[in-house]
């Protein structure tokens, strides 16, 4: 570089900036360049008119291209250069890539050629004086020899052909599009198509998946198509080549998001976040699989075992949290966010767990052609094997009413079935490896059994001259197998499901329950020990992976380390019969395609128009409407819902109606050939839902009675479950409820059902969403809020009133207070 001056006039050759110096002060404020070597000063000159730099522009350059020579591209060369031109300027300075690789010297020669603030960064001839140019000093000719000996190497080896974006030269702001480097008829990121529509889109997909290229950029994001085959690209060999590698050095993997996301951790030290998202079947849960697997060899450790550990906690999870349904034999039916932590240094030191919407009413209903969770079959089929089948109180015979279904007539065709049993080898495997003892273990599988054997107790009317509305017990066997596998006395299970108490007037009632009634506390009883269960496997879980820092809670701790999160819920949802559930489901599909449009579209597009950028705006559709007719309070679906939740004589058909006369949106619909339905006209198309149920999934009651009595189990799990306190979204805490010491949430009694409950989830998805920064792959700066408990203060003991939900704080309040739109 070289500098020449004549009557105040000096024009600069310079490395991607050339400019014209018309002040006698040297600087300028206009600029022609490519922006992967533009200074940021540079960049400040096309919109702020007061700005201006010096020939220090070029020592940038220069750092930038000692970063290129070493790691063979420069930095954001991956992203396309109009948007390199917005990173530069906010990014912190670039790095190499990998610069333990490269000596001490060297790595701060590029460190301070790329202050930010060019007042503050030196001159060519500062530069001079660098320890690692001076070393130099009398080796010209040594130098000179080995650099033309690897010229000569490179020419032999041949010329490797980059496929980029293409390139744009700014001048005064304006864009100046140069030749095409590569052909992009068949590309591997659709960013960079001169035509980009839908019909493109999939075609240019639809030609890769026949090509078994499954994986696909656009731009930031990675495209996943569901090959329903095993690929031989997830090997060793395959991970190794996906480590500290650029997105154009190898085709598009999920490998390669692992790594964007590890490699911004460790080099900014900030947390980053992988959002999944797709239809259910659409691959999510098996791309979590591939994103944990790869982050714990990039995170390597001496510790092996709390690797395996991390590994089989997917595994663990699906089995208690996935379902058989009529599109995918293993869909999610819960949401998940996995947070693993790791050192300042990039060493995976943890895990932690946060889950949502467990789809509890699976246990005591499926629909046609679907199943139960998986763990209620793994573990027939296992204890079977294992000859502890009548240990547990489970029968040979008949199905449990749990289990039913049209293709399962006898239990033989579960004891019998291999893929049953191998996964029960498989999930006891991780349950070892992870820690679990054996009397939890065998804590687990007596709670599993009571509740299937609780699903076979049957009532019948008892008519006497004075009563007409009570209930007995038919089958006494079910009924003390459920108290002997829970560890409480069969009498007082009898009578807690067959009456209630009601105080009048500081006096107790006992009052007995119809046949209806004990059926309903039949099954809520059998959701609540499942979904508490479930929390408290979750909870245990982040104990024993919870890394020796936090363990100890050290406030002093120097080494905080940074997080890598993975979001998977589950998939947009779409069946012949649609039921609260999917409702929930797409709810929270909506949110997260709202913050999909915030930060892919519009936010982008208001950075454009902010900068005066002359860019064309994209076209979308904004779901926001539909999620303030879903959210809205006092006449949003679920304030609806919860309103006529409060009423007892209220019924599905008097719901749907209210829904009719209050949702006057383009999105609602009511068909007029089928009774207790309605439609949504969704982002991802229209959904038909019937409406029957709706009041009593969303009521979810739980009696006192039954609180109390799990609350005397001699079974240590079982007591845990019932004694811990609920988080504000439903879910297990992991204090006791008299111990704890959060504060005690406010919330009326009648407002307390299962579309709260949903809504709070969803809303503890979205809000540190909001709050954080966009990077790559949807990735984000974001840790989950800590949940606040609600403190069991043991008012039932003394006022035995009917419950809802266990205390469970709902979905739809916390919505509405913490509004994200």
Same mark, same amino acid.
């Given at each position: 570089?070289?500098?020449?001056?004549?009557?105040?006039?000096?024009?600069?050759?310079?490395?991607?900036?050339?400019?014209?110096?018309?002040?006698?002060?040297?600087?300028?404020?206009?600029?022609?360049?490519?922006?992967?070597?533009?200074?940021?000063?540079?960049?400040?000159?096309?919109?702020?008119?007061?700005?201006?730099?010096?020939?220090?522009?070029?020592?940038?350059?220069?750092?930038?291209?000692?970063?290129?020579?070493?790691?063979?591209?420069?930095?954001?060369?991956?992203?396309?250069?109009?948007?390199?031109?917005?990173?530069?300027?906010?990014?912190?300075?670039?790095?190499?890539?990998?610069?333990?690789?490269?000596?001490?010297?060297?790595?701060?020669?590029?460190?301070?050629?790329?202050?930010?603030?060019?007042?503050?960064?030196?001159?060519?001839?500062?530069?001079?004086?660098?320890?690692?140019?001076?070393?130099?000093?009398?080796?010209?000719?040594?130098?000179?020899?080995?650099?033309?000996?690897?010229?000569?190497?490179?020419?032999?080896?041949?010329?490797?052909?980059?496929?980029?974006?293409?390139?744009?030269?700014?001048?005064?702001?304006?864009?100046?599009?140069?030749?095409?480097?590569?052909?992009?008829?068949?590309?591997?990121?659709?960013?960079?198509?001169?035509?980009?529509?839908?019909?493109?889109?999939?075609?240019?997909?639809?030609?890769?998946?026949?090509?078994?290229?499954?994986?696909?950029?656009?731009?930031?994001?990675?495209?996943?198509?569901?090959?329903?085959?095993?690929?031989?690209?997830?090997?060793?060999?395959?991970?190794?080549?996906?480590?500290?590698?650029?997105?154009?050095?190898?085709?598009?993997?999920?490998?390669?998001?692992?790594?964007?996301?590890?490699?911004?951790?460790?080099?900014?030290?900030?947390?980053?976040?992988?959002?999944?998202?797709?239809?259910?079947?659409?691959?999510?849960?098996?791309?979590?699989?591939?994103?944990?697997?790869?982050?714990?060899?990039?995170?390597?450790?001496?510790?092996?075992?709390?690797?395996?550990?991390?590994?089989?906690?997917?595994?663990?999870?699906?089995?208690?949290?996935?379902?058989?349904?009529?599109?995918?034999?293993?869909?999610?039916?819960?949401?998940?966010?996995?947070?693993?932590?790791?050192?300042?240094?990039?060493?995976?030191?943890?895990?932690?767990?946060?889950?949502?919407?467990?789809?509890?009413?699976?246990?005591?209903?499926?629909?046609?052609?679907?199943?139960?969770?998986?763990?209620?079959?793994?573990?027939?089929?296992?204890?079977?094997?294992?000859?502890?089948?009548?240990?547990?109180?489970?029968?040979?015979?008949?199905?449990?009413?749990?289990?039913?279904?049209?293709?399962?007539?006898?239990?033989?065709?579960?004891?019998?079935?291999?893929?049953?049993?191998?996964?029960?080898?498989?999930?006891?495997?991780?349950?070892?490896?992870?820690?679990?003892?054996?009397?939890?273990?065998?804590?687990?599988?007596?709670?599993?059994?009571?509740?299937?054997?609780?699903?076979?107790?049957?009532?019948?009317?008892?008519?006497?001259?004075?009563?007409?509305?009570?209930?007995?017990?038919?089958?006494?066997?079910?009924?003390?197998?459920?108290?002997?596998?829970?560890?409480?006395?069969?009498?007082?299970?009898?009578?807690?499901?067959?009456?209630?108490?009601?105080?009048?007037?500081?006096?107790?009632?006992?009052?007995?329950?119809?046949?209806?009634?004990?059926?309903?506390?039949?099954?809520?009883?059998?959701?609540?020990?499942?979904?508490?269960?479930?929390?408290?496997?979750?909870?245990?879980?982040?104990?024993?992976?919870?890394?020796?820092?936090?363990?100890?809670?050290?406030?002093?701790?120097?080494?905080?380390?940074?997080?890598?999160?993975?979001?998977?819920?589950?998939?947009?949802?779409?069946?012949?019969?649609?039921?609260?559930?999917?409702?929930?489901?797409?709810?929270?599909?909506?949110?997260?395609?709202?913050?999909?449009?915030?930060?892919?579209?519009?936010?982008?597009?208001?950075?454009?128009?902010?900068?005066?950028?002359?860019?064309?705006?994209?076209?979308?559709?904004?779901?926001?409407?539909?999620?303030?007719?879903?959210?809205?309070?006092?006449?949003?679906?679920?304030?609806? $819902?919860?309103?006529?939740? +409060?009423? /007892? #004589? &209220? *019924?599905?058909?008097?719901?749907? %109606?209210?829904?009719?006369? =209050?949702?006057?949106?383009?999105?609602?619909?009511?068909?007029?050939?089928?009774?207790?339905?309605?439609?949504?006209?969704?982002?991802?198309?229209?959904?038909?839902?019937?409406?029957?149920?709706?009041?009593?999934?969303?009521?979810?009651?739980?009696?006192?009675?039954?609180?109390?009595?799990?609350?005397?189990?001699?079974?240590?799990?079982?007591?845990?479950?019932?004694?811990?306190?609920?988080?504000?979204?439903?879910?297990?805490?992991?204090?006791?409820?008299?111990?704890?010491?959060?504060?005690?949430?406010?919330?009326?009694?009648?407002?307390?059902?299962?579309?709260?409950?949903?809504?709070?989830?969803?809303?503890?998805?979205?809000?540190?969403?909001?709050?954080?920064?966009?990077?790559?792959? $949807?990735?984000?700066?974001? +840790?989950? /809020? #800590? &949940? *606040?408990?609600?403190?069991?203060? %043991?008012?039932?003991?003394? =006022?035995?009133?009917?419950?809802?939900?266990?205390?469970?704080?709902?979905?739809?309040?916390?919505?509405?207070?913490?509004?994200?739109?």
């Amino acid at each position: 570089m070289s500098a020449s001056l004549h009557d105040n006039i000096g024009l600069i050759p310079v490395l991607g900036v050339s400019a014209q110096l018309t002040s006698t002060r040297l600087r300028c404020n206009t600029s022609v360049g490519t922006p992967f070597w533009m200074a940021p000063e540079v960049i400040a000159c096309e919109q702020q008119l007061d700005s201006s730099y010096d020939v220090r522009c070029d020592v940038w350059s220069l750092g930038i291209t000692a970063i290129e020579l070493a790691d063979g591209n420069p930095p954001l060369t991956d992203l396309h250069p109009m948007r390199a031109l917005f990173k530069i300027p906010r990014n912190p300075p670039p790095k190499l890539h990998q610069p333990e690789l490269w000596s001490e010297s060297f790595n701060d020669f590029i460190a301070i050629c790329l202050i930010k603030d060019f007042e503050h960064r030196p001159t060519i001839s500062d530069l001079l004086e660098h320890p690692f140019i001076r070393q130099i000093q009398g080796k010209e000719k040594a130098l000179q020899k080995q650099l033309m000996e690897l010229i000569d190497l490179h020419q032999q080896m041949g010329t490797i052909e980059k496929t980029r974006h293409e390139r744009i030269h700014t001048k005064k702001g304006q864009g100046m599009k140069s030749n095409p480097i590569s052909n992009l008829v068949n590309t591997d990121d659709l960013a960079t198509l001169e035509v980009l529509d839908e019909n493109t889109v999939t075609e240019q997909l639809q030609k890769r998946y026949s090509e078994e290229q499954i994986y696909t950029y656009v731009g930031d994001i990675l495209i996943a198509v569901n090959p329903f085959q095993k690929l031989n690209i997830y090997s060793t060999e395959h991970s190794r080549q996906y480590i500290a590698a650029k997105h154009t050095a190898n085709p598009p993997h999920i490998f390669a998001v692992a790594d964007t996301a590890y490699q911004a951790m460790v080099t900014y030290n900030s947390d980053q976040c992988i959002v999944i998202s797709g239809e259910s079947g659409a691959g999510k849960t098996e791309s979590t699989h591939f994103l944990v697997e790869q982050l714990t060899v990039l995170g390597k450790t001496n510790n092996r075992m709390l690797q395996e550990k991390i590994l089989q906690v997917n595994n663990l999870l699906e089995a208690f949290g996935n379902a058989c349904t009529v599109i995918n034999n293993n869909s999610s039916r819960f949401g998940k966010y996995l947070e693993m932590r790791f050192t300042s240094g990039g060493t995976v030191m943890g895990a932690q767990i946060s889950e949502y919407l467990l789809e509890k009413s699976r246990v005591i209903h499926q629909a046609p052609g679907e199943k139960n969770f998986h763990i209620f079959y793994y573990i027939y089929a296992g204890l079977a094997q294992k000859n502890k089948l009548a240990h547990y109180k489970l029968s040979k015979g008949q199905p449990p009413r749990y289990l039913q279904d049209e293709k399962i007539t006898m239990m033989e065709e579960i004891v019998t079935n291999y893929f049953y049993k191998v996964q029960f080898e498989a999930l006891e495997q991780c349950f070892k490896v992870i820690g679990f003892t054996l009397e939890e273990l065998g804590n687990i599988y007596s709670i599993l059994a009571a509740i299937l054997n609780i699903g076979n107790i049957e009532f019948t009317s008892v008519v006497t001259e004075h009563q007409t509305d009570k209930s007995n017990i038919v089958n006494l066997e079910m009924l003390e197998n459920a108290s002997s596998l829970l560890y409480i006395q069969t009498d007082e299970l009898q009578e807690a499901l067959t009456s209630h108490c009601v105080v009048t007037r500081g006096e107790t009632i006992v009052r007995p329950n119809t046949v209806e009634k004990a059926t309903d506390v039949r099954d809520a009883t059998a959701k609540a020990l499942y979904g508490r269960l479930f929390s408290w496997i979750v909870n245990r879980i982040n104990t024993l992976l919870k890394p020796e820092t936090f363990q100890s809670d050290d406030a002093d701790s120097t080494d905080k380390g940074a997080n890598i999160g993975i979001l998977d819920i589950f998939g947009f949802e779409n069946f012949k019969r649609n039921s609260f559930e999917q409702l929930c489901i797409n709810i929270a599909n909506e949110q997260i395609q709202f913050y999909f449009n915030q930060h892919i579209f519009a936010l982008e597009q208001n950075e454009y128009l902010n900068e005066n950028v002359d860019a064309r705006l994209v076209e979308y559709e904004d779901n926001r409407p539909l999620l303030d007719m879903f959210l809205q309070k006092p006449v949003g679906l679920l304030s609806l $819902l919860d309103e006529e939740s +409060r009423f /007892p #004589q &209220a *019924t599905d058909h008097t719901l749907v %109606g209210k829904f009719e006369d =209050n949702l006057k949106s383009n999105y609602f619909w009511r068909p007029k050939t089928v009774d207790l339905s309605f439609g949504i006209n969704h982002y991802a198309g229209k959904v038909l839902y019937n409406a029957s149920g709706f009041l009593a999934k969303n009521r979810d009651t739980l009696p006192a009675d039954i609180v109390l009595l799990l609350k005397s189990s001699d079974n240590k799990i079982t007591r845990q479950v019932v004694t811990h306190p609920l988080t504000k979204s439903g879910n297990l805490s992991h204090s006791r409820g008299k111990g704890a010491t959060v504060p005690r949430v406010r919330t009326p009694q009648h407002a307390t059902n299962h579309s709260k409950t949903c809504l709070q989830e969803k809303r503890q998805l979205q809000m540190p969403l909001k709050k954080s920064a966009t990077h790559n792959n $949807l990735r984000n700066s974001f +840790r989950l /809020p #800590q &949940a *606040t408990a609600e403190v069991d203060n %043991g008012d039932s003991a003394l =006022n035995p009133r009917e419950t809802t939900n266990m205390k469970t704080q709902t979905v739809a309040s916390y919505f509405r207070v913490w509004h994200i739109i």
